[in-house]
């Protein structure tokens, strides 16, 4: 089966423009997650998706973030306005549902590298 | 408050020796323990777990981790480590009785095995 994809890979902008990432899942996926990689520190869980449901954002950093997945199957997250201290890599997940075996065990996608400048 | 604590931000090894990665967790309940490696520009792999039974469990490529409840700890190893393996490792955390399956990963471990 396909792996998790995102799109694209490396992304530059400036400071106070908007940026769009693309996570899509392995089919078949209910369980959405993002998370980021600020340089040198942990992965931070961002939200999480079931299906098209946000069923945890605690991790959302501000209002500047915002992710949809509408039809509960590829998720986009925007940053808008982009700051500094959002650079880092930002990694989409997926598991199965509940009914598809262990929902706990999730699948990366090779992640974004955006940078800010 | 769960967190993860990968100790050491790089391993060095020698080809064909032993290597231990560490990580030390701490959260309420049960703890569900993975290992994830991310070798450059690709996305994370996902090595092995510790969900229930024995503390030893093998994963992938030849590693193995060992579950210790009492020093709170899941360290990675491998007998005989290969230049390949040079990656960098991830420890994450996920507590079952949250209700969310959402990841608490650790720093990082950079292994540089060295010919």
């Known amino acids: 089966e396909a792996g998790v994809t995102q799109f694209p890979s490396h992304s530059v902008i400036e400071k106070g423009q908007t940026v769009t990432l693309r996570c899509d899942p392995i089919s078949g996926h209910d369980n959405l997650y993002w998370y980021r990689r600020v340089m040198g520190k942990e992965i931070k869980f961002l939200l999480h998706?079931?299906?098209?449901?946000?069923?945890?954002e605690s991790g959302m950093p501000n209002n500047r973030f915002l992710a949809e997945r509408t039809g509960g199957t590829y998720s986009t997250l925007k940053v808008q306005p982009a700051e500094l201290e959002d650079s880092g890599v930002y990694f989409c997940?997926?598991?199965?549902?509940?009914?598809?075996?262990?929902?706990?065990?999730?699948?990366f996608g090779p992640g974004t590298r955006l940078t800010v400048t | 408050a769960q967190s993860v604590a990968q100790p050491e931000d790089q391993v060095n090894v020698a080809e064909g020796n032993p290597l231990t990665v560490k990580c030390t967790y701490s959260?309420?309940?049960?703890?569900?323990l993975f290992w994830y490696v991310q070798y450059p520009n690709r996305g994370l792999q996902f090595l092995l777990k510790?969900?229930?039974?024995?503390?030893l469990v093998k994963g992938s490529y030849g590693f193995e981790a060992e579950f210790n409840k009492s020093q709170t700890s899941f360290h990675l190893k491998k007998p005989s480590a290969l230049v390949s393996d040079s990656a960098l490792y991830f420890c994450?955390?996920?507590?079952?009785?949250?209700?969310?399956?959402?990841?608490?990963f650790g720093t990082g471990t950079r292994l540089k095995v060295l010919a």
């Open positions: 510790y969900i229930t039974g024995d503390n």
């Open positions: 994450a955390v996920r507590d079952p009785p949250s209700g969310t399956y959402k990841y608490i």
């Open positions: 998706f079931v299906k098209e449901s946000k069923q945890d």
């Open positions: 997940a997926s598991s199965r549902g509940l009914a598809g075996g262990p929902a706990y065990e999730q699948y």
């Open positions: 959260v309420s309940g049960n703890p569900y």
